[in-house]
């Protein structure tokens, strides 16, 4: 398994209301994103939760997604 690349300077904690619902409090460092960002300006991250939470309150940890497409491999029995 290759080596992930964990954002750095980055909080994700989890807000859990009454009714039920949740959302997560997302702040990353700009520079941490830029090195990562492909040519199209884009970056793609897995969100992940943690085991335990982390020393600054984080509940979920984010690593750059390296899964590229094979354009080589063509599917077969596709059914249309």
């Known amino acids: 398994m290759a080596e992930r690349n964990y954002i750095n300077k980055c909080k994700i904690v989890k807000k ?3 009714n039920g619902g949740s959302l997560l409090k997302v702040s990353m460092g700009i ?3 830029q090195k990562i ?3 199209d300006g884009w970056v793609n991250l897995i969100i992940t ?3 335990t939470p982390g020393e ?3 509940t979920h940890l984010a690593y750059e ?3 590229k497409p094979d354009i080589n491999k063509r ?3 596709i059914p249309f």
Do not use: I, T, V, Y
């Open 31 to 33: 520079d941490d994103l």
């Open 75 to 77: 599917e077969e029995n």
């Open 56 to 58: 600054n309150g984080s």
């Open 65 to 67: 997604n390296e899964w």
């Open 37 to 39: 960002a492909n040519e």
């Open 16 to 18: 859990e209301f009454d």
């Open 49 to 51: 939760k943690r085991r």
